[in-house]
């Protein structure tokens, strides 16, 4: 079975401009949550969506913007790039309501704003 | 609020010796407990978690990591570790409303030296 996908694997961008970034969860698999890992740190919670609705909200600005789609994939937007947005995007999926308790991630979306 | 703390960023150690990674948290509700590892240009694997019940827990691959609610700890353990152990450790804390939502420390480096 295919594991969570993320694309692009990379993407370089100017301050200011606007960013898409996309995710496949794990078929089965209805919960997707993003995060931000900046280099030499630990992921910080961005989003998470449950059945196309927002479940959770991390401290991130309202330039960072998702939404989930009927098919569980998930888009995660941001607006007006600042170089500080450089960073590994993360994807996770979990099947909720499965008791596993068990987030399965993607490989990231490197992002590097210049 | 939660909060976790890895108070080693690197720990260096020599193959086939014993190492401890030690993982703090801080949180008012009850909470789970992961160990995630990432590996060089990967996404986060789980390696163990605590829910609820006999307070050490195992992974497949000889880790273990042991709960002491007492001195709100979730130490990485593992008697004898080989090359292929390097990776980055990240612990992690979720309450009980929203196990997707992962607060994560800053990770510790482990690199197992031949």
């Known amino acids: 079975d295919a594991g969570v996908t993320q694309s692009p694997t990379h993407l370089i961008k100017t301050r200011g401009q606007q960013v898409t970034l996309r995710c496949s969860p794990i078929?089965?698999?209805?919960?997707v949550s993003w995060y931000q890992q900046v280099l030499g740190q630990g992921p910080q919670f961005i989003f998470q969506?449950?059945?196309?609705?927002?479940?959770g909200r991390g401290n991130f600005p309202d330039r960072f913007s998702a939404r989930q789609f009927p098919n569980y994939s998930s888009e995660l937007n941001v607006n007006a790039l600042l170089l500080g947005d450089s960073a590994l995007y993360l994807c996770?999926?979990?099947?909720?309501?499965?008791?596993?308790?068990?987030?399965?991630f993607g490989p990231g979306t490197r992002l590097t704003v210049t | 609020a939660q909060s976790v703390t890895q108070l080693d960023s690197q720990v260096p150690v020599f193959e086939e010796a014993p190492v401890e990674l030690r993982c703090n948290y801080s949180?008012?509700?009850?909470?789970?407990l992961f160990w995630y590892v990432q590996y060089p240009n990967q996404g986060l694997q789980l390696l163990l978690k605590?829910?609820?019940?006999?307070?050490l827990v195992e992974s497949i691959n000889g880790f273990e990591a042991e709960f002491n609610k007492s001195q709100t700890s979730f130490h990485l353990r593992k008697p004898s570790v080989h090359i292929s152990d390097t990776a980055e450790y990240f612990c992690?804390?979720?309450?009980?409303?929203?196990?997707?939502?992962?607060?994560f420390g800053t990770g510790t480096r482990l690199q197992v030296f031949p």
């Open positions: 996770a999926s979990s099947s909720q309501g499965a008791a596993s308790y068990e987030q399965y």
């Open positions: 078929s089965g698999h209805k919960s």
């Open positions: 969506y449950y059945e196309k609705e927002e479940r």
């Open positions: 949180s008012s509700v009850s909470v789970y």
């Open positions: 605590y829910l609820s019940g006999s307070t």
């Open positions: 992690a804390v979720s309450d009980s409303y929203n196990t997707d939502k992962l607060i």
